[in-house]
C-alpha cells in the first residue's frame, strides 16, 4: 500500500513537471520576462533609419503563421523580397550586448496587428538553428542544423500591437544568450523559426524580425 503510494505521488509530481508552460505577457503594463534563459522586453517605438532596423524575416498569414529567414524560397508563410534572407553568425554577433554581467544577441520583433479587440497576437515557438548550409528550403523545421535556443512546449509571448503605431516601429526585444550558439563558426547560417497564433490569433498585417545593431542600452533590472 505504502509502495502504491509513492507511485502515485511521482506519477503527480511527473504531470505537474511536464505540464508546466511559461507565458509571458508583454500586454497592458507589463514589459518584460524570461523563456528558458532568453529575455524578452517590450520596447517604445523606435526609429526606422538606415542601420537602426535590420529585417531578415517578414511573415504573413490568418490566423496562424509561421516561417524562417532564408534567401532559398518561401517555405512557409515567410514573404519574399529584401527583407526576408540569409543570416550568419557573423550578422548576429554584431547585435551582441551585455546585461547583468550577461552576454546576449539582441533582436527586434514588430508586430503588425489591428487595433481594438484583434490586437493581440501570441508568440508560440521560437527557434534557432545554425548550419553550414543557406538558403534552405525544408518543410522539416528540426533538419535545418543544430538546435540552438527553442520555446518548451506550451511558452508563449502575448504582445499588443496597439501599445505602439505603425509598422517597423517595433514592439519587442529579445535577447538570446551567446552562450547557446558556443562552437558556431562566423561562417555558419542562422536560421530564426518563429510560430504565432496558437492563442490570440494573427489578424492581419505581417509580423517581422530584424537584427539591432550593438549599442549602450539599460540594464535589465531598469527594464522590470
Known amino acids: 500500500m505504502i509502495a502504491r503510494s ?8 511527473s ?9 509571458v505577457d508583454l500586454t497592458g503594463s507589463n514589459n518584460s520576462g524570461t523563456i528558458n534563459g532568453a529575455q524578452f522586453v517590450f520596447t517604445t517605438q523606435q526609429p526606422t533609419g538606415t542601420g537602426v532596423i535590420q529585417p531578415f524575416l517578414r511573415m504573413e498569414n ?4 509561421q516561417g524562417y ?10 514573404k519574399a523580397g529584401p ?17 547583468g554581467g550577461a552576454s546576449y544577441f539582441k533582436l527586434l520583433l514588430d508586430v503588425n496587428e489591428p487595433g481594438g479587440s484583434k490586437s493581440l497576437i501570441s508568440l508560440d515557438q521560437l527557434q534557432f538553428y545554425t548550419s553550414k548550409a543557406g538558403s534552405q528550403t525544408t518543410s522539416n523545421v528540426g533538419s535545418l542544423g543544430t538546435l540552438r535556443y527553442t520555446f518548451s512546449s506550451g511558452d508563449s509571448v502575448i504582445l499588443d500591437a496597439s501599445r505602439n503605431h ?7 526585444y529579445a ?16 536560421y530564426l523559426y518563429a510560430h504565432f497564433g496558437n492563442s490570440d490569433a494573427s489578424q492581419a498585417g505581417f509580423e517581422e524580425w530584424a537584427l539591432v545593431n550593438a549599442a549602450p542600452i539599460p540594464e535589465m533590472n531598469a527594464l522590470f
Open 175 to 190: 535577447y538570446i544568450p551567446t552562450s547557446d550558439f558556443a562552437g558556431t563558426k562566423t561562417s555558419d547560417f542562422v
Open 69 to 78: 529567414n532564408t534567401s532559398g524560397g518561401t517555405p512557409f508563410d515567410d
Open 83 to 99: 527583407w526576408t534572407h540569409d543570416l550568419t553568425f557573423g550578422d548576429l554577433q554584431n547585435t551582441q550586448v551585455t546585461l
Open 15 to 23: 504531470c505537474t513537471t511536464a505540464g508546466y508552460a511559461t507565458v
Open 6 to 13: 509513492i507511485v502515485l505521488i511521482v506519477a503527480v509530481i
Open 166 to 172: 505603425g509598422s517597423g516601429s517595433g514592439d519587442m
Open 62 to 65: 490568418t490566423p496562424i503563421e
